[in-house]
């Protein structure tokens, strides 16, 4: 089988690595339209067997050349393209994976699943690290339980060494970090879906030294369909972006006077879309060539065999230096080629649309994490 990789930023060319790394795919190739975006990816990737394309996403009649050309393409590119993409793919009988981002993209991309199932195509969206990684965790317990109390799911990729005073860095795009903080989140409450405010409800994480005491609040886009899948399942799902301490009361002010909305203000007579000023005030002002790390955690309670049991899962993904690939790298890209993989040795089937939690085998999902060293340590108490 042939594999097209569109977008050679940071996951697309980590997408790469891996495939080219672990995967049985026949050819590898990996696109961008912007050309030096491309040869910087090139030398990231100089020892691997890579065929590098300038292709511009804008352009569908070209798309849809490179769409029949591959038999899997992965999206590694703004999620607003992935319904236009998911089309094509539909079209061209291409199966297609994305790393999501936003949910009405996912509820769009879901709509079209019977067309994907008639042309026999697979489409995979949300597969990176949350939602993605967490989704088949949330899988994995609500198969292990028998009936499933409580899915508390933490995550955050955050500086090995905190710089004050924000004690962050910054790990992917500082848009999508705006809207999940902004953006109102999903909460599953006894069969009912709630909208919760971002940045609310802040509680306090463990993790084993040297972090400690860790803060988590909620915000938007961690969960994307879990709380729809696990309705009927799970009486209570949420999600939270673990920091170090002080983050949250540092941050909430900066966005509760306005500055990340993109509602245009005029000064001076000049029209200022506000997110833009603290966009680039965040790539001035908060680092982000250090090395990072990921923490997860997630709890459940429930019922198996009638004894009520606690399960907890935990990973601590460190920046791999070796390779010089970050955390966030490794923990959102490598769950994509582990599923792209999955699609080559026909270890998924099925035909249509899903999201991970549907049509990810948990076991065989966290075995290739680990021959990563990508270690999730799950525990029943």
């Known amino acids: 089988m042939k594999l097209l990789v569109l977008g050679a930023g940071m996951m697309g060319?980590?997408?790469?690595?891996?495939?080219?790394?672990?995967?049985?795919?026949?050819?590898?190739?990996?696109?961008?339209?912007?050309?030096?975006?491309?040869?910087?990816?090139?030398?990231?990737?100089?020892?691997?067997?890579?065929?590098?394309?300038?292709?511009?996403?804008?352009?569908?009649k070209k798309i849809r050349s490179f769409f029949n050309i591959y038999d899997v393409v992965i999206s590694a590119v703004p999620y607003h393209f992935n319904y236009f993409l998911t089309k094509i793919a539909i079209e061209t009988n291409t199966h297609f994976i994305d790393l999501g981002g936003?949910?009405?993209?996912?509820?769009?991309?879901?709509?079209?699943?019977?067309?994907?199932?008639?042309?026999?195509?697979?489409?995979?969206?949300?597969?990176?690290?949350?939602?993605?990684?967490?989704?088949?965790?949330?899988?994995?317990?609500?198969?292990?339980l028998d009936k499933v109390d409580f899915v508390k799911i933490r995550v955050g990729g955050l500086p090995q060494k905190p710089i004050p005073p924000f004690n962050y860095q910054i790990v992917f795009s500082p848009n999508g970090l705006i809207n999940e903080y902004i953006e109102d989140a999903l909460v599953l409450d006894n069969e009912k879906i709630i909208a919760?405010?971002?940045?609310?409800?802040?509680?306090?994480?463990n993790?084993?030294?040297?972090?400690?005491?860790?803060?988590?609040?909620?915000?938007?886009?961690?969960?994307?369909?879990?709380?729809?899948?696990?309705?009927?399942?799970i009486k209570y799902l949420d999600y939270k972006t673990i920091r170090y301490p002080g983050h949250c009361d540092m941050i909430k002010p900066v966005l509760d006077i306005g500055l990340g909305s993109?509602?245009?203000?005029?000064?001076?007579?000049?029209?200022?879309?506000?997110?833009?000023?603290?966009?680039?005030?965040?790539?001035?002002?908060?680092?982000?060539d250090g090395k990072d790390v990921v923490l997860l955690k997630t709890i459940s309670e429930g019922l198996k065999d009638g004894k009520k049991l606690k399960l907890e899962y935990i990973m601590i993904d460190y920046f791999?230096?070796?390779?010089?690939i970050t955390s966030m790298m490794r923990t959102t890209a490598y769950p994509v080629s582990i599923i792209a993989n999955m699609l080559c040795e026909n270890v998924i089937k099925k035909h249509g649309v899903y999201t991970c939690e549907n049509i990810i085998p948990p076991e065989k999902f966290f075995k290739e994490l680990e021959k990563r060293n990508i270690k999730i340590k799950k525990k029943i108490m």
């Open 13 to 60: 060319r980590a997408i790469a690595f891996d495939l080219a790394t672990f995967s049985k795919f026949e050819q590898i190739s990996i696109s961008d339209k912007n050309k030096k975006i491309l040869e910087s990816a090139k030398n990231f990737l100089s020892n691997k067997k890579i065929n590098y394309e300038l292709l511009d996403i804008d352009d569908p």
């Open 320 to 324: 791999d230096e070796e390779n010089n």
């Open 207 to 233: 993790f084993p030294h040297p972090f400690g005491n860790m803060e988590a609040f909620i915000t938007s886009g961690g969960c994307s369909t879990l709380p729809y899948t696990f309705r009927y399942i």
């Open 262 to 288: 993109e509602k245009p203000i005029y000064l001076n007579g000049d029209e200022i879309i506000p997110r833009d000023i603290l966009i680039k005030l965040i790539k001035e002002k908060i680092p982000s």
């Open 102 to 144: 936003n949910n009405e993209i996912v509820e769009k991309q879901l709509k079209l699943s019977d067309k994907a199932m008639k042309n026999s195509v697979t489409i995979i969206p949300d597969c990176g690290l949350a939602p993605g990684i967490v989704s088949i965790i949330t899988r994995d317990i609500a198969e292990y």
């Open 196 to 205: 919760k405010k971002s940045m609310t409800e802040l509680e306090e994480v």
